[in-house]
């Protein structure tokens, strides 16, 4: 899974080169992997972040950047309990389960059956419901994270894949890959709201800090495509490197980062051109 990180912010504070902190790491590694982990061009899994954090000499808790709605993208969550300890929350695509994992000890803490294929995961902003794609059901799936017990199961669309919540946490918009759309539900109300058409097998779903801007990439289009939230019409096209799987708007939303899968690139994108910077 991939975890939003503050590596190479946290590695040039303290002053550090890639290849200095490759050797560091216990058993060492090369720059060019620690590099690629710092942009997320290769995942993050929880093993490397805590060699990663013996070798700068900090908590694994500093390299995680936690957006205010605690939401991390992808299969993996992140539940703040403490300020040095959180709860991660893993879809398990061939398990049909979700693990609920202790942070300090990386240990598996509950597996929890859920339906079908399971793939994006978020959690609400009043961190009171986790939101599961169950994609081979077409439904998400809404889990109480104090009890763990699923609590409702709301409309998706064809084969929901990723999503992203908006800020307030309402409305969620899906990508249903195998209708090149994307679903926007009113989560109260179980509604969908509007169901946008966009390129071919959408997965990557960003929402801007402001809620005003919707991102959803697709995969064989190989696009970002802009989304005014107000309107849910598309409002600008990017192209993007091969494959683009993932999408995030850093906190201040000056900036969108796509990875590329195949590409094997991040491109960074101004949001107000909509135009590719680096």
């Not at 419901?129 to 609590?151: E, F, G, M, N, R």
């Not at 192209?239 to 201040?252: E, H, I, W």
Request: overall charge neutral; some cysteine; hydrophobic content about 40%.
């Amino acid at each position: 899974f991939v975890l939003i990180n503050s590596i190479r912010a946290v590695r040039r504070a303290k002053g550090l080169t890639l290849e200095e902190v490759a050797q560091r790491c216990d058993p060492p590694t090369t720059a060019q992997t620690i590099g690629r982990l710092e942009t997320g061009t290769r995942t993050l899994s929880l093993g490397w972040m805590n060699r990663i954090a013996k070798a700068l000499g900090v908590d694994d808790a500093d390299l995680v950047q936690l957006p205010q709605d605690t939401k991390l993208a992808i299969t993996a969550l992140l539940g703040a309990d403490v300020a040095s300890a959180y709860t991660v929350y893993v879809s398990n695509e061939k398990g049909n389960s979700i693990s609920v994992i202790d942070s300090t000890t990386l240990e598996v803490k509950q597996t929890v059956k859920v339906g079908r294929r399971p793939r994006g995961i978020t959690m609400s902003p009043d961190g009171k419901a986790v939101y599961v794609c169950a994609s081979d059901d077409h439904a998400v799936q809404v889990i109480d994270p104090a009890t763990l017990k699923i609590l409702r199961k709301l409309k998706s669309g064809p084969d929901p894949e990723l999503f992203a919540l908006h800020p307030t946490g309402n409305p969620l918009y899906i990508a249903n890959e195998d209708d090149n759309q994307v679903t926007v539900l009113d989560v109260e109300a179980n509604k969908v709201i509007a169901q946008v058409p966009v390129g071919t097998e959408p997965e990557g779903m960003a929402v801007s800090p402001d809620g005003n801007t919707l991102v959803a990439t697709s995969e064989t289009t190989n696009m970002a495509h802009f989304i005014d939230t107000k309107t849910n019409k598309i409002i600008g096209n990017v192209l993007v490197d091969a494959r683009p799987r993932f999408a995030q708007f850093p906190a201040d939303g000056k900036r969108l980062w796509v990875s590329a899968e195949v590409g094997g690139t991040v491109s960074v994108i101004d949001p107000q051109p909509r135009q590719i910077i680096r």
